[in-house]
Structure formats: structure tokens, C-alpha cells
């Protein structure tokens, strides 16, 4: 989380969303807004995936991989290494918070990185030049993420995360829990250092409860006590809801996700399989949608051609045009250049003679082809208009 904003290839970060052009730069490829379709696809695929992982293996997610709870863990480790410092009663908690401070404002920075560079970052902080919109956007981040890991930390789970509360319509009766067996209850010695030791502050024994998160801080603590005694701990993790609930046979709610699953991975690798790496739009220009030259009997059209280069190299691009017989194609340079990463916006003009239009609206199509790469091309449709008089009111 700390570190993936500095990774770079070619250029760019490895992951950051840049807000000012709305692409999201992902591992060398640039995802522009307009193929926003593939955000939803991934969300899709987390959103299923994490569906499955916990009718398969419960919460693990909550107690090992949740950014909510790994940072309540390095909370709780930074209130063991200021008292490292002092045993002041006032010193102690004053350096604690300090600590929180410092750490919230690295968590709030690494977040902020995912949408400017932190090499800019650095940068403007160096030269006392940091963004209103970044300064701020750091400073409220800061205070959130200080007021959550000093005062909420595993509350959060248990009343706010929506995810606790769906939970139990996830689970089935082969679902990876933690629980107390309940066919060893007369071997507790009530020590409970169970309860001691959650950060949730439940009882276990009571069996499965919302906020549990299955860190498993409880199966350790009754270890610790249990092998004094040379018995295995009475916590532990168990197929169903404590005991032996499990059931055999299918798990209908565990094919079913799996074959969202599976079925939303397939589209998401074909689309990026079929992706190109460039894209053009073709618009007439309204303001002169059609005039008379000065070559009796030719007609031209004005169009605005915008290039997107979605890739991190440049690329040559040659455009033609068919649909008319015989049109000719005006424009300043063919092919085109377009740097890495951008947009380019052309004028160009379609000159036809009269003769050769039946309609008063035909179809014209433009191709774009890469010089080098003759298999990528695309094709445009666009209007070519001509008007039945000219603006002496002579027939054309």
C-alpha cells in the first residue's frame, strides 16, 4: 500500500487514477474514462470473488487482509512502543498520539499518491507550492484515519461494516468459522483470557456473533492456557457454525458464485484480449456542415478528427476514406503522429464531385491504420451533406 505508488513503468505510475485527465494508469496500460466499462467489470469480479472466499473460509478477510483491521493492529503496536519511551503519566499518552498522528499522515498520504504522484508531492511539499485541493484532501484523511485508530478501531466491524452484517447470509454449513466446542464446555476453566484477548470484545463461548472477525487472537490465548495442561485449546476453526455442523453433499450458493465468477473473468480477459490501444471520433463541423468550393460541381465537407493514443508509445496513424467515389481527402499531415498518452484533434476536409452523389446525405467511412501495425485499424461512419442550391439560389 505504502510503496506501489512509486513503482513506475514507462514513465508513469504503476497504479494512479490522475483526476485531471481521468485515466487510470494500470501496470503500463492506460485506461481512458471512456473504456470505463472495465471498472465495472473488476468490481464485479472483487465483489463476486469475495462472495465466494467467505462461504468458503468465513471472514478471513476481516482479520487479515481488511485495511481497517491491519491498521488497528499497528495502532495498537505503536501505544506498545511509546511506552517504550516513558512511564510518565502524561508524557506516555501525549507521545502515543503523537505517534498516531504521524502514522495517520502517512496512511492519508500513501491514499492520496493512488491520485498525484508522490515524486510531485514531494516536490511541491519542497517548495511550499502543495495544491489547495491535495493540502486539504490530506489534512481531512489525517484527521479521519486519527480519529478512527484512536477511538473506533474494531467498533467499526461490528456496528458500521455492512459487510459484518451480511455475513450470516453468506455462510452455509461447511462455512471455515471460529468458534468454542461446544462438546469440551466442561472443560473450561473460565480463565477468560479468550475475552481478554479479542479486539472485539466478545465472549467466543457465546458462539458466533457479528463482530467476530476471526483473527484467531482467541485460539491463541486459549492455547497459551491449555497447553499448561497439555490439551489442545477448546477455540479453533470448524466446517459450520461450531461443532460438527457440517453437512455432506453440493453447496448450491458456492457453484453459483463460482460460475459468476467464473463467467465475469472470461468477459473481463476477453476485453482486455480485444482492447486497442487507440481509438478516433470523426464529427462534422456544424458551423460549415456543406458549401460550394470554387471548382464548379465539387462539394466540401469540414470534419473534426480527435486521436486518442492510449498506449505509453507513440504511434504513426494514416487515415483514408471511402463511401464516395472518387472524394479526396484534405488534411495537413498523412500520416499522423500522436504522442503516448494523448489526445489529437485534426481538421480535415472531404472534397466530392456532384456527379457522384445520389443522395443529398450519404455515408462517408474513415479508416485509421497504424503504419507499422497494418492489422490495427478502425473504422468511422460520418454524413457528407451538399445543398440542393447554392447561396446565389443557382442549382449546384
Not at 481497517?68 to 498520539?97: C, G, K, N, Y
Not at 456532384?354 to 443529398?360: C, H, I, P, T
Request: net charge positive.
Amino acid at each position: 500500500m505504502l510503496g506501489l505508488p512509486f513503482v513506475r513503468i514507462g514513465g508513469e505510475s504503476a497504479l494512479r487514477f490522475d483526476v485531471p485527465s481521468l485515466k487510470l494508469y494500470f501496470f503500463g496500460s492506460v485506461i481512458w474514462i471512456s473504456e470505463a466499462y472495465f471498472f465495472l467489470l473488476v468490481f464485479l469480479l472483487f465483489f463476486i470473488g469475495i462472495m465466494l472466499f467467505t462461504v468458503l473460509y468465513g471472514r478471513i478477510w476481516c482479520g487479515w487482509m481488511c485495511p481497517q483491521t491491519v491498521l488497528s493492529d499497528f495502532s495498537r503496536r505503536i501505544e506498545r512502543i511509546s511506552s517504550w519511551f516513558s512511564s510518565h503519566p502524561v508524557l506516555r499518552p501525549a507521545m502515543s498520539q503523537a505517534l498516531l498522528v504521524l502514522f495517520s499522515a502517512i496512511i492519508a498520504a500513501s491514499l492520496i499518491w493512488y491520485f498525484v504522484s508522490p515524486y510531485e508531492m514531494f516536490a511541491d511539499i519542497a517548495l511550499l507550492s502543495l495544491g489547495p485541493w491535495t493540502f486539504w484532501s490530506w489534512a481531512l484523511f489525517t484527521g479521519l484515519i486519527y480519529l478512527n485508530l484512536a477511538f473506533v478501531r474494531q467498533k467499526f466491524c461490528g456496528s458500521v461494516c455492512p459487510y459484518a452484517r451480511l455475513q450470516s447470509a453468506f455462510f452455509d454449513d461447511k462455512t471455515l468459522t471460529i468458534a468454542f466446542d461446544p462438546s469440551r464446555a466442561d472443560e473450561c476453566r473460565g480463565c477468560e483470557a479468550c475475552v481478554r484477548s479479542c479486539p472485539a470484545g466478545i465472549d467466543i463461548r457465546q458462539g458466533l456473533q457479528v463482530e467476530c472477525i476471526n483473527c484467531a487472537e482467541c485460539i491463541d490465548s486459549c492455547a497459551r492456557q491449555t497447553e499448561r495442561h497439555k490439551k489442545k485449546p477448546l477455540v479453533g476453526y470448524f466446517r459450520g457454525m461450531g461443532g460438527d455442523a457440517a453437512q455432506r453433499g453440493p453447496r448450491p450458493r458456492v457453484i453459483g458464485l463460482s460460475l459468476s465468477f467464473a463467467v465475469i473473468a472470461v468477459l473481463l480477459s476477453y476485453q482486455v484480449h480485444v482492447r486497442i490501444p487507440v481509438d478516433y471520433w470523426v464529427v462534422r463541423d456544424e458551423a460549415q456542415a456543406y458549401h460550394q468550393v470554387g471548382v464548379k460541381g465539387k462539394m466540401l465537407n469540414a470534419y473534426s478528427l480527435f486521436i486518442e493514443n492510449r498506449s505509453l508509445q507513440s504511434g504513426s496513424y494514416r487515415l483514408s476514406i471511402s463511401g464516395i467515389k472518387d472524394a479526396e481527402l484534405v488534411m495537413p499531415l498523412n500520416p499522423v503522429l500522436v504522442p503516448p498518452n494523448s489526445m489529437v484533434k485534426i481538421n480535415v476536409y472531404v472534397l466530392a464531385q456532384r456527379r457522384n452523389l445520389v443522395y443529398r446525405v450519404t455515408r462517408l467511412r474513415f479508416m485509421l491504420e497504424h503504419t507499422e501495425a497494418h492489422e490495427l485499424r478502425i473504422t468511422r461512419e460520418a454524413t457528407f451533406i451538399y445543398s440542393n442550391r447554392s447561396d446565389r439560389g443557382l442549382e449546384i
